[in-house]
């Protein structure tokens, strides 16, 4: 049956090294089948997304379809707000994944490419949490985003910085891995300031890891423990450790098995995170780079509405 209601699609034709340019119209034909009432709309730069997302909730749409990677996926969800408010608290956001990572799809349960489309129109969604990020800006300005994943402070911020400036011809897991084992043994451990709800501690930090949802990474396991809509970030704090230990204990990140190692990584849940350093860290969140410390990150409780398929 198809869906009555109005709906646009956000297509990031540079998703996947292009290859959604190709796949978009054989997938075309199939939304067809099940929308009656959409529209497409293709973007055109970086950040466009945002602007086309927030266009469309402004103009009735009701449902948002993000048609590419984790990096479009955080676009569009930062188009579902202007500032610090949601543009329409009613709006629903559905993801048809087509890109490197696809850590987003992981944690909702979404098929990737063409098995996804059943679920666009569902009804079966999650009221979500959002977390909402104020940091130093790559332009020296504060930044302020949202998110609805992961953010890592640290090493992991290198790690995508490396992958989003090298070729992702490779796929997600391939991508992550090499840039991971670059970052390694390049990065330097920061000191840094770290205060969870109102209580603070200064420590040497390899990375933290604040986590919404449970992968990232091009499918690492990170956080199995964390939900959307339970009102808590899951928060890794992993401290200095050998190249050897780091390079022998990776396998541990992927398998969700982070916990495994309390002599290194201390675990905590929060609602308000704020880090500082005095040294430059930079910040990844869901696969992009919005910035450097010092930041804040708050979380928005049952924020924004997302369909899933668990």
């Known amino acids: 049956m198809a869906c009555e209601e109005k709906t646009a699609f956000i297509v990031n034709p540079h998703a996947a090294q292009g290859r959604t340019r190709h796949g978009w119209p054989r997938l075309l034909k199939s939304v067809e089948q099940r929308f009656s009432n959409f529209d497409v709309f293709v973007t055109e730069r970086p950040f466009h997304a945002v602007e086309l997302t927030q266009k469309a909730l402004w103009n009735g749409y009701t449902r948002i379809v993000s048609v590419g990677g984790d990096g479009t996926h955080f676009?569009?969800?930062?188009?579902?707000?202007?500032?610090?408010?949601?543009?329409?608290?009613?709006?629903?956001?559905?993801?048809?994944?087509?890109?490197?990572?696809?850590?987003?799809?992981?944690?909702?349960?979404i098929p990737t490419g063409a098995r996804s489309l059943p679920l666009l129109a569902s009804d079966r969604v999650v009221r979500a949490d959002v977390a909402r990020i104020t940091c130093a800006g790559l332009d020296g300005g504060e930044n302020m985003c949202y998110f609805l994943n992961t953010s890592r402070i640290g090493i992991g911020g290198e790690v995508v910085w490396q992958v989003n400036h090298n070729t992702k011809a490779w796929g997600g897991f391939v991508s992550y891995c090499w840039g991971t084992l670059r970052a390694l043994f390049a990065y330097t451990d920061k000191p840094m300031k770290i205060t969870i709800d109102g209580e603070t501690r200064e420590q040497v930090v390899k990375e933290i890891i604040i986590a919404n949802g449970c992968y990232d990474g091009g499918g690492m396991h990170i956080a199995p423990k964390a939900k959307l809509d339970d009102g808590l970030f899951d928060i890794y704090i992993i401290g200095p450790v050998s190249l050897l230990d780091a390079l022998v204990s990776l396998p541990l990140i992927y398998r969700g098995g982070l916990e495994s190692r309390p002599d290194v990584v201390t675990f905590l849940r929060g609602k308000f995170i704020q880090v500082e350093?005095?040294?430059?860290?930079?910040?990844?969140?869901?696969?992009?780079?919005?910035?450097?410390?010092?930041?804040?990150?708050?979380?928005?409780?049952?924020?924004?509405?997302?369909?899933?398929?668990?």
């Open 75 to 109: 676009e569009v969800t930062n188009g579902f707000f202007e500032g610090a408010r949601p543009v329409n608290p009613d709006a629903v956001l559905s993801i048809l994944p087509y890109g490197t990572g696809s850590d987003l799809a992981r944690t909702l349960g």
């Open 277 to 310: 350093s005095p040294e430059e860290v930079k910040i990844n969140t869901d696969g992009e780079v919005p910035g450097y410390l010092p930041a804040a990150i708050e979380l928005l409780p049952k924020a924004i509405s997302v369909v899933t398929g668990r």
